[in-house]
């Protein structure tokens, strides 16, 4: 679909039930990133794994996050944004500051906003 008066008008799905919508993001300019370990994933001997590694132990990240939407100027910094505050856990949103618009839903379904989501929340 074309962009509205409010710009692209994106979706986000709710990581751990995937029917259901978790919000709805109006973007005049910049880009939306998502890291989940709710789809690219795969089973192996040793039990599923997903293809976000932790640089610490070399493994599947298990932060106790289930996704993180981040929106963001450019494409690869909103990426870098989500993949690093999945990595730091479900706190890893504060961490981030008041210059990243995120969500965070962590494992439990508690959902993490940053404030600088209210701008393009609709």
């Given at each position: 679909?074309?962009?509205?008066e409010?710009?692209?008008v994106?979706?986000?799905?709710?990581?751990?039930?995937p029917?259901?919508?978790?919000?709805?993001?109006?973007?005049p300019?910049?880009?939306?990133?998502?890291s989940?370990?709710?789809?690219?994933?795969?089973?192996?001997?040793?039990?599923?794994v997903?293809?976000?590694?932790?640089?610490?132990?070399?493994?599947?990240?298990?932060?106790?996050?289930?996704?993180?939407?981040?929106?963001?100027?450019?494409a690869?910094?909103?990426e870098?944004?989500?993949?690093?505050?999945f990595?730091?856990?479900?706190?890893?949103?504060?961490?981030?500051?008041?210059?990243?618009?995120?969500?965070?839903?962590?494992?439990?379904g508690?959902?993490?906003?940053?404030?600088?989501?209210?701008?393009?929340?609709?």
């Amino acid at each position: 679909a074309a962009p509205t008066e409010d710009g692209w008008v994106v979706t986000v799905e709710d990581p751990i039930a995937p029917e259901r919508e978790l919000a709805r993001l109006a973007i005049p300019e910049g880009a939306v990133a998502t890291s989940t370990r709710c789809r690219r994933r795969w089973a192996t001997a040793t039990g599923e794994v997903h293809h976000l590694i932790d640089p610490r132990t070399g493994t599947s990240a298990r932060t106790g996050v289930a996704g993180v939407t981040v929106v963001a100027a450019e494409a690869w910094w909103a990426e870098a944004q989500a993949t690093s505050i999945f990595l730091l856990g479900p706190d890893g949103v504060a961490d981030a500051g008041d210059t990243v618009a995120a969500i965070v839903v962590a494992d439990d379904g508690t959902v993490r906003t940053t404030p600088g989501l209210e701008a393009v929340l609709r």
